[in-house]
């Protein structure tokens, strides 16, 4: 490996991660720029394995999606609605707790929610709503809400951020997902969505999780109208804000989907290409070097690239999802739920050692 490195495009770099040293916004570029592509996607393998050894991790969750009535109007979005289609929908809570008991199994644990920004749903709601979730399955991580339902939920409250998120914390709310980063720079996010809090907000909701001891994950969206300096850029305040507060879990590569979205037809946009993603990834792991995790989200780029990403610096397939809505109204083509047996399945043909989890990384089994 190291003579492989060694003459690659990229052995400048490649010598700096094996010295233990973090690479700069130019290295970032590089990465991106560089012919080499497999000498990437083996750094970043080498990378991960500092980390996590070989062991891949994924949890049994299910999706919940309360609402997809949304205030906001983000250019790439798919999944919300105005409240008048006739696929536009806000679920009760009983409605949401029977719906979950359909599927449930005694491996499930994590609910993963986000939801619309809807007016008539606000912070009673979504207490009400974590709390009735933990008196009828007291065992499961509740995973929920992004920085921009928190920035939101205290405008309508007049709440602090802080406030906000203690009382979900108190109701029960365990852990963050990473979604509403999108893209920091601030020419793109005015495009993208400009009624969303802006990255130093999205930023500071997260510091403030951190240091209430909610840990939360991070995301970017690539793949749009993007550049790979703005990219970088969003990566490397990623990794200022965790050298800050240290409660990013994981960091989820998102992949931009152009179906159903005004984004994709003003601009013409296609999806990403499978080199695109594997080099985001890889690039993710090498420049993230305080994270724990890098995600290959199967849902998005498929489980066959999935798979494939674990040679990239990926440790975390996601997980079971069960019906997952937003990337697929945007044009997804992959199943809306997998087997935990087929993700071992997954894993071990990689070579990799597969490790249930739940939401806060903690072991529940490991595979042979």
């Not at 969750?61 to 979005?77: A, E």
């Not at 606000?122 to 499961?140: A, G, H, R, S």
């Not at 793949?223 to 960091?251: A, C, N, P, S, W």
């Not at 989890?357 to 042979?368: C, H, M």
């Amino acid at each position: 490996m190291k003579n492989f490195l060694a003459s690659s495009e990229i052995a400048e770099i490649a010598e700096k991660v094996q010295n233990g040293e973090r690479l700069s916004f130019e290295d970032g570029l590089r990465l991106y720029q560089t012919k080499d592509f497999l000498a990437v996607g083996a750094l970043a393998a080498a990378a991960n394995r500092q980390h996590n050894g070989e062991k891949v991790y994924f949890v049994q969750n299910r999706h919940i999606n309360p609402t997809n009535i949304c205030f906001s109007h983000c250019s790439f979005c798919s999944f919300r609605r105005n409240g008048n289609e006739p696929d536009a929908y806000i679920f009760t809570i009983p409605q949401i707790i029977e719906r979950v008991k359909a599927n449930f199994t005694p491996r499930t644990s994590e609910f993963h929610i986000v939801s619309g920004l809807h007016p008539d749903l606000d912070l009673d709601y979504y207490c009400e709503l974590i709390q009735t979730l933990k008196e009828n399955f007291p065992n499961v991580h509740i995973k929920a809400f992004t920085a921009v339902e928190i920035e939101y939920l205290g405008q309508l409250t007049k709440s602090s951020r802080e406030t906000v998120l203690q009382k979900l914390h108190m109701a029960g709310l365990d852990a963050m997902p990473g979604g509403g980063a999108e893209i920091f720079a601030p020419r793109i996010r005015r495009k993208l969505c400009p009624e969303k809090v802006d990255a130093a907000g999205w930023l500071d909701i997260h510091g403030i999780a951190h240091r209430l001891g909610i840990k939360t994950n991070a995301t970017m969206l690539y793949g749009h109208i993007e550049g790979i300096e703005d990219r970088v850029d969003h990566l490397l305040r990623l990794r200022e804000q965790q050298d800050k507060t240290g409660g990013f879990m994981t960091f989820v590569p998102l992949a931009y989907h152009p179906m159903n979205n005004q984004l994709g037809k003003i601009h013409n946009l296609d999806f990403t290409t499978g080199i695109e993603d594997l080099r985001t990834i890889a690039i993710s792991r090498l420049l993230l070097d305080n994270f724990a995790h890098i995600k290959g989200y199967w849902i998005m780029i498929t489980p066959a690239l999935a798979q494939l990403s674990l040679a990239f610096g990926v440790s975390d397939l996601d997980g079971t999802v069960v019906e997952e809505r937003i990337y697929h109204d945007a044009g997804a083509s992959t199943d809306q739920q997998i087997t935990r047996q087929e993700l071992v399945k997954l894993i071990q043909a990689a070579q990799k050692i597969p490790v249930e989890r739940d939401a806060l990384y903690r072991e529940i089994e490991v595979f042979a």
